[in-house]
């Protein structure tokens, strides 16, 4: 089994340096970095967590708490966790997942485990996972705004949620579309309600009105209806309601797979009659129905990466200017669920 002296040899560094590069006690250059990295891999050499921790007096963890329900987590969560692994490894660092029921949190949890911080991914208002974390003095970031009145400073990762609802509803009405549905999530997310805001705020803008059937929430993850969420709401709005409705913006992509069976189901066609925005999507995924879906690039990937980053930074091993609040980009990725419609002329008479 490989020792430090040998990476150390390897990578033409002293033992100091290989030490620096994983327990990020004091910063080194990307360069030596990349060459230790490097000898370490080609010795197969794994680092000691328990020696190094009772060095450093640090556990070597941190915590991802994760919403989860009663299925496989969605495209979105595991580009999300696989950027927080992958960079945190970088750091030197292992990831505890802690797979809560949202809304249920019964146990201490994180806040119990031997963890330097913690990522919270999909904050609620006045979440649990956030109060426990902050009265157990436990450094977090979280991905999304927070909503808790004892921790309102605390950093925060996150998409510009009133800025995405803006753009989709400007693409949308640019193509003609004035009947539009809603499907938001959960009612309790901060996601939700920065993005039931916006949607309200760009509608009024293009002075459209906003019509409460139009506008629905997803509901609890625990819910038998979580995972057909998008069916019955556009079958109630489109049949029962008499609604003319001619775009629908999802959630995020099962809710957008509910939509498309509803609107099969109904007779009609994406995007001929209706056309389909999703805002969370597999961008893989997205490009192999029929039609290519137009979505959202959120980049989860660079999400859970910088969720990363700033929570290093809190810890001391990301020296350097870094801001507590950070906003990670999106864009509009255009496929074939979202056309114009016509818009007849003006009746003024003859």
Known sequence: MAK???????????????????????????????RVLKASKELNYVPNHIARSLVTKKTMAIGLTVPHGNFFFSAFHNQF??????????????????????????????????????IVLGPTEEDERIDLLHQNGIPFVTVGQIMNAQAKSAPTVNNDNAQIMHDICDYLIGKGHSGILFLNANERMTVSMERRAAFIEALAKHRLDVRDHLLYCKPSIQSADY?????????????????????????DDRTA?????????????????????????????????????TGM?????????????????????????????????????????CSSIHIPPPNIGK
């Open 297 to 337: 690039d959120l980049q989860p990937s660079e999400l859970g990466a910088e969720s990363v980053r700033l929570l290093m930074h809190k810890l001391g091993g990301n020296e350097g200017e870094y801001p507590d609040h950070i906003i990670v980009r999106s864009k509009i990725v255009e496929g074939d669920s």
């Open 4 to 34: 430090i002296d040998d990476v150390a040899r390897l990578a033409g560094v002293s033992k100091g340096t290989v030490s620096n590069v994983f327990s990020q006690k004091r910063p080194t250059s990307k360069k030596v970095t990349e």
């Open 257 to 293: 797979f509910s939509v498309m069976n509803a609107i099969k189901d109904l007779g009609l066609r994406i995007p001929g009659d209706v056309s389909l925005f999703v805002i969370c999507g597999d961008l893989s995924m997205m490009h192999q129905t029929t039609p290519p879906l």
């Open 227 to 251: 995972l057909n969420y998008g069916y019955a709401e556009t079958v109630r709005v489109i049949r029962e309601s008499g609604e003319r409705v001619t775009a629908i913006i999802a959630d």
């Open 81 to 118: 966790i696989n950027g927080v692994v992958l960079e945190a490894s970088l750091f030197g660092y292992r990831v505890l997942l802690d797979m809560l029921p949202v809304l249920e949190v019964r146990t201490p949890s994180l806040a119990s485990y031997p963890i330097d911080g913690a």
